[in-house]
């Protein structure tokens, strides 16, 4: 069976200070990777997505930016965080069939970060 | 824009009230629906999956039906530990999420 790990889970941090998210997923293989954001009582702001190793497409012009080194790791890092930068951050999978579109999507259990 | 609207923002039923929840959207090339529920603190679960007008999916007290502009999620004879809130979203042809802001579900013994 496949799982989506997330961490840290909470993560308290300064502003200016930089960020690194990690998120892995097991039991699958090329999938299709999200990073969003849910600001409280919100639904969720699609961030990054990434159809393979080096493909990320940004879709919020932010100081946030993703990479992904490894078929089943993705990270989200910021060199100098800001205050509207905290929210609770969730990173899924998504199972592709022909063509490569996610037809069912998974989510980790999401990081929740305070900038103070 | 795309845009992805779900009402009501709330909803509070009695055990065993059946009711239905609703998702508008506008999105150009849709190429799919998605419903999930989400509890406090923790990532989405995702429930369904729906591509064209007049496709239903059923999973244990909820359905979920589709038609050109919104879906429904109906939700029959609910239990409190059906209580959460539920979101929405469509995807592009570019595999681009977009979410609604979901309806809050509380369900009261």
């Known amino acids: 069976s496949q799982t989506i790990h997330q961490w840290p889970a909470t993560l308290v941090q300064p502003v200016g200070s930089p960020l690194s998210l990690e998120c892995t997923v097991e039991?699958?293989?090329?999938?299709?990777l999200y990073w969003y954001r849910q600001a409280a009582g919100r639904g969720l702001q699609l961030l990054f997505y990434?159809?393979?190793?080096?493909?990320i497409s940004s879709e919020v012009p932010q100081n946030l930016s993703a990479s992904r080194p490894q078929d089943r790791q993705f990270i989200l890092s910021s060199k100098k965080l800001l205050l509207s930068d905290s929210g609770f951050y969730l990173c899924?999978?998504?199972?592709?069939?022909?063509?490569?579109?996610?037809?069912?999507?998974?989510f980790g259990p999401g990081t929740r970060l305070t900038v103070t | 824009e795309d845009q992805v609207t779900q009402s009501p923002e709330a909803l509070r039923l009695q055990e065993g009230e059946s009711s239905s929840l609703n998702c508008s959207y506008t999105v150009s090339g849709l190429r799919g629906l998605f419903w999930y529920r989400q509890d406090p603190g923790k990532g989405p679960e995702f429930l369904f999956t729906?591509?064209?007008a007049g496709e239903e999916k059923e999973k244990e007290r909820l359905k979920a039906t589709l038609t050109k502009k919104e879906s429904f999620l109906h939700i029959t004879a609910p239990k409190p530990e059906d209580s959460a809130t539920y979101l929405c979203a469509v995807r592009d042809n570019f595999n681009k999420f977009y979410f609604g802001s979901g309806t809050k579900l509380n369900v009261k013994p």
């Open positions: 990434s159809v393979g190793i080096g493909q």
């Open positions: 729906l591509y064209s």
């Open positions: 899924a999978w998504g199972r592709t069939r022909g063509g490569g579109l996610t037809v069912e999507q998974y």
């Open positions: 039991g699958t293989s090329n999938p299709n």
